[in-house]
């Protein structure tokens, strides 16, 4: 059938793994194909919900997707990844061949601008003096939890420019009922393996900043315009999902 419309997608879930499930499922039922004229992959199909809402009530609950036994499917993250990706989004460290990172962006943000020094053309870089992380404890710990202030950025004007620009763009923050929430806006989202290891990594970031505010840790709501499924793991979600007669057009 033809669509005409956006078709939004809502997903319920109890924890990460029931989030990565659901979505797997859901997005083999009401994806949009199409190749991708630009980014990453470019050339290659790809399967995405026109637009989609996610709420995970329980995200510490279960952390990475469980795989059934005799499957043989590969694990999309594990622990010991999503551990590591910690240090990454809390350290502004990056190599030279990186535009940014999101650890960057949250503790370390740099503008990166062109200067000229005796007629040649050089990259600059200029710090913005701001951990954003700290800063969001510091706010919450001293003026109260009352505010609709306390939001994350990753993503930058410029960003427009690069070859891959931050998937991720926002993490904003909510105070309410005793609890931390997380509210994450993905531009582009790999659901496959991106998901789970993202929302990973964010789970733990948000479990600290509770402990360090003095609140309970809360849930995570992310919403995408851009969440999606290379072909070439179709079929592992359709395996994973019992969906293997499912045509996907």
């Known amino acids: 059938m033809t669509r005409d419309s956006l ?9 990460l793994d029931d989030a990565w499930f659901q979505c797997l499922s859901a ?4 994806g949009h194909v199409y190749t991708i004229t630009r980014g990453s992959y470019e050339g290659q199909k790809r399967l995405e919900f026109d637009f989609i809402t996610i709420r995970v009530k329980k ?22 990844y999503i551990q590591g990706y910690l240090s990454y989004l809390l350290t ?33 870089e200029m710090p913005l003096g701001v951990n954003q992380v700290e800063e969001i404890i510091r706010i919450y710990k001293e003026q109260g939890h ?20 931050p998937c991720l763009r926002l993490i904003d923050t909510r105070i309410r009922y005793g609890k931390l929430h997380f509210i994450l ?22 479990k600290y900043m509770a402990e360090e505010i003095g609140v309970e840790d809360g849930e995570i709501i ?28």
């Open 185 to 206: 806006y993905f531009r582009s989202w790999d659901l496959w393996g991106g998901f789970p290891s993202n929302c990973g990594g964010l789970q733990l970031v948000k």
């Open 146 to 165: 009352g505010t609709n202030q306390c939001v994350m950025e990753i993503g930058m004007p410029s960003d427009i420019k690069l070859v891959d620009p």
């Open 27 to 30: 997005i083999l039922e009401k």
């Open 92 to 124: 502004g460290a990056k190599t030279e061949t990186e535009d940014y990172t999101y650890g960057e962006r949250l503790v370390d943000a740099r503008v990166r601008f062109k200067d000229t020094v005796e007629g040649k053309e050089i990259l600059r």
């Open 59 to 80: 995200p510490s609950h279960q952390i990475i997707p469980i795989i059934p036994e005799g499957m043989n499917i590969p694990a999309p993250t594990d622990m010991d």
């Open 222 to 249: 992310a919403v995408s315009k851009g969440m999606h499924l290379y072909d070439y793991v179709w079929d592992l979600a359709k395996l994973r999902t019992g969906k293997n007669n499912l045509q996907i057009k």
């Open 7 to 15: 078709q939004p997608v809502y997903i319920d879930a109890f924890d």
